[in-house]
């Protein structure tokens, strides 16, 4: 069973058309409360919510899914952990034969079930060749972290490497672009709008 985590999810619904319209962001309070909050516009089919208890070496975890649930979209384990993620225009990803590989979506489960901080997750992330591919319904996309810490990260995979931003202010968002490139191509028409709203 979960224990009670200080992570609230709060989900917005925007009534956009333009595919892969996400936006993710985190802000914490006056009193140390850590807030998450997104909108999702991936599919018009809704989704699934998944209540996973913890095994002998995993973490309980709730993840949120359209596509079965290994490979989720965001999800929060009990230690406080969220990882999410948004999709971001096509660009050469790293690729290792000596790492453990799994597929975009699948990282955010993973992340979930082995690492109870943001830290621990970074690490986790960087021992995997992650593997994206549209046709397997696993795009390219970037991943926001917060724990209950108010700890937060995004992982972006761009130009063959992995790229962590580690944000040292109380609020970081993350939309459909790629946040560690000047001048990055958008994939929603209104990416860059929502991030700077």
């Not at 998450?36 to 913890?54: A, C, M, Q």
């Not at 290994?70 to 384990?77: A, C, F, L, T």
């Not at 390219?140 to 917060?146: E, G, I, N, S, Y």
Request: glycine letters at 8%.
């Amino acid at each position: 069973m979960l224990r009670r985590i200080t992570i609230l999810l709060i989900f917005l619904t925007c009534y956009q058309s333009s595919i892969f319209a996400c936006s993710i962001f985190h802000v914490t309070s006056d009193k140390g409360q850590v807030f998450v909050g997104r909108n999702f516009d991936w599919t018009e089919d809704g989704g699934n919510v998944w209540f996973i208890p913890r095994g002998e070496k995993t973490y309980g975890i709730i993840i949120f899914e359209q596509e079965g649930k290994d490979m989720p979209y965001e999800g929060v384990n009990e230690k406080g952990l969220f990882v999410g993620i948004a999709a971001v225009p096509d660009t050469d990803t790293p690729f290792s034969l000596f790492k453990s590989m799994t597929t975009s979506l699948g990282m955010v489960k993973r992340a979930l079930e082995r690492a109870s901080n943001v830290n621990e997750a970074i690490k986790l992330f960087q021992e995997h060749t992650l593997i994206f591919g549209t046709l397997l319904g696993n795009p390219v996309v970037h991943f926001k972290l917060v724990d209950r810490e108010n700890n937060s990260a995004i992982i972006e995979y761009v130009n063959g490497e992995m790229v962590v931003i580690k944000d040292p202010i109380e609020c970081q968002i993350m939309t459909n672009h790629f946040i560690s490139l000047e001048n990055s191509a958008q994939l929603s028409k209104t990416s860059f709008k929502r991030y700077e709203s």
